[in-house]
C-alpha cells in the first residue's frame, strides 16, 4: 500500500518572541513493512535545520531559529510503502516462553533503563498470574483498553499512571505510560513509541488519523513487540513508528519552548492527513 502523510503545525503569537532549538520526531523509521519514497519537511525560512539520530536512533529534525518571531512553523510531506506484516509473526525463546521470566545476564544488562520503575504500579482491575508469557501481554493489553475511558488530549504532558487510573481515562500517551508502568513493575522491559495509526477501512480505532503513541515490549527471540492499549492490539504495519525511548519526552513528536520577557497569548493548530494512495 502507498500512502502519503500531510502534517503541519502552526503556533502563532501575539508579539515578537524568541524559540530555543526544536526537536521533530515525525520521521518515520524504516524496517521491513515501511519505506519512504519522499521526505519533504519545512519550517521558518530563517531556521538552521539538522537532520540526525539521537540517543535512541530515531530520526530527528533540530531546528536552531536565529531571530525572534511572532510564528513558529513545521511542514512535512511523507509518501510510504506500506508492506502487510503479522503482529504476531514471531517466536519467544523457551527462556522466556512463560510468564513471569527473567532476562539472560547480558539481556538485563543492555535492557536496564527500560526496566526501571519510580513507583510500581498494580492496576486494580488486573492481576499477573503464571501462564504463557503471550496471554499475559495480550490480557493486560485489553485490560487497559476495557478499563480506561479514551479521551483526545491535543496538549499538556503524559499523566503518570497514579493520575490515569484516579481518573479513570486517559489520551493515547497516557495509556502508553500505564501500560509500560505495568510491564516493567512485573520486570518486563518497555520502552515507548509514537507515530501514526493508519487503518483505510479496516473498522475504527481510536486515535487513528491522528499522531499516536504506544509500547514496545522486549521478548527474548522475538525483539521490540508493539503493543497499543488504547485500542486493544497489537501493532502491525499500520502502526507507523517515528520514535522510540525511555520517557514521553523522549518520544515527544514535537520538543522545545518559546521565552520572552512579558507574558504572550498564543495559539496553536495543527492538522495531519494521511491519504490512501492506491497500492
Avoid at 30 to 46: L, W, Y
Avoid at 101 to 130: C, G, M
Avoid at 178 to 185: N, Q, V
Avoid at 222 to 236: E, K, L, Q, S, V
Amino acid at each position: 500500500m502507498k500512502i502519503k502523510i500531510l502534517y503541519r503545525a502552526d503556533y502563532h503569537y501575539a508579539s515578537e518572541v524568541g524559540f530555543s532549538p526544536h526537536i521533530f520526531r515525525l520521521f518515520p523509521k524504516p524496517d521491513q513493512s515501511v519505506s519512504s519514497d519522499k521526505i519533504s519537511f519545512e519550517t521558518n525560512a530563517d531556521a538552521d535545520v539538522q537532520f540526525r539520530k539521537d540517543i535512541f536512533d530515531n530520526n530527528i529534525a533540530f531546528c536552531f531559529y536565529p531571530k525572534p518571531g511572532l510564528v513558529l512553523e513545521a511542514r512535512l510531506e511523507i509518501d510510504l510503502r506500506l508492506n502487510q506484516r503479522n503482529a504476531f509473526h514471531f517466536l519467544v525463546d523457551s527462556s522466556a516462553i512463560d510468564f513471569p521470566f527473567a532476562y539472560r545476564e547480558n539481556e538485563a544488562r543492555i535492557l536496564s533503563p527500560y526496566l526501571q520503575q519510580t513507583d510500581k504500579v498494580e492496576l486494580p482491575f488486573w492481576n499477573a498470574r503464571r501462564q504463557p508469557t503471550l496471554d499475559t501481554l495480550v490480557e493486560l493489553n485489553s485490560a487497559i483498553f476495557k478499563n480506561i475511558r479514551y479521551e483526545r488530549r491535543e496538549e499538556g504532558p503524559a499523566r503518570n499512571p497514579a493520575e490515569t487510573l484516579a481518573l479513570g481515562s486517559g489520551s493515547c500517551r497516557d495509556y502508553a505510560v500505564l501500560m509500560a508502568g505495568a510491564l516493567r513493575t512485573h520486570g518486563i522491559a518497555t520502552r515507548l513509541a509514537s507515530g501514526y495509526l493508519c487503518e483505510f477501512g479496516q473498522g475504527e480505532k481510536r486515535a487513528e488519523g491522528a499522531l499516536h503513541a504506544w509500547v514496545e515490549a522486549y521478548l527474548p527471540g522475538a525483539g521490540w513487540i508493539g503493543m497499543d492499549p488504547t485500542n486493544g492490539i497489537f501493532c502491525d504495519h499500520n502502526h507507523i513508528t517515528a520514535a522510540t525511548g525511555l520517557s514521553p519526552d523522549d518520544v515527544s513528536p514535537v520538543s522545545g519552548t518559546y521565552f520572552c520577557d512579558h507574558k504572550v497569548s498564543s495559539i496553536m493548530n495543527a492538522s495531519l492527513e494521511l491519504v490512501n494512495n492506491g497500492e
